[in-house]
């Protein structure tokens, strides 16, 4: 404080109106810096919604997307056993058609009661994609 004393009024006045406009940037700074990262805050946040409803849209669309496909092939395959046309290897075809394009499912499969499917279980025991009764149970699957 001495050497504060020691200058004349225009020092003082000076080294007053220095600290005070020093000051003022500091404050300035202060409160521009918060703006501006509330701006980019919430410019983050609206970003991401957007990608997040996009993402949520996609994913929303795969999962609904094996429901309707697996409700499909059943009414398709329930169809022809009423029918009384109910063929295995044309339900095999059908599976494995519907399967082929949709790379982002593993595999579909389609198990029927004993008989239920065409009324032939005897003739395919033990035989590939049944079981050791005969039942129609295949499972396709993609393969790596």
């Known amino acids: 404080m ?3 004393n020691r200058w004349g009024i225009a020092g003082r006045s000076a080294a007053l109106i220095g600290l005070l406009t020093g000051m003022g940037f500091v404050v300035a700074s202060i409160v521009i810096y918060q703006r501006a990262e509330s701006i ?3 410019s983050a946040m609206a970003e ?3 990608s997040a409803r996009a993402e949520s849209a996609a994913v929303s669309t795969l999962l609904n997307q094996a ?3 697996n409700r499909s092939v059943a009414r398709v395959l329930l169809d022809e056993v009423l029918a009384g046309r109910a063929d295995r290897a044309t339900a095999d075809a059908l599976i494995r058609g519907v399967l082929t394009p949709q ?6 499969a389609t198990a029927w009661e004993p008989n239920a499917f065409d009324g032939r279980d005897a003739d ?7 079981d050791a009764t005969g039942r129609y149970v295949p499972y396709f699957y993609h393969t790596p």
């Open 2 to 4: 001495a050497i504060f």
């Open 40 to 42: 980019v805050l919430d």
């Open 48 to 50: 991401l919604r957007v």
């Open 67 to 69: 429901p309707l496909l």
């Open 103 to 108: 790379t982002q499912f593993v595999g579909m």
């Open 124 to 130: 395919y025991v033990n035989a590939p994609i049944h």
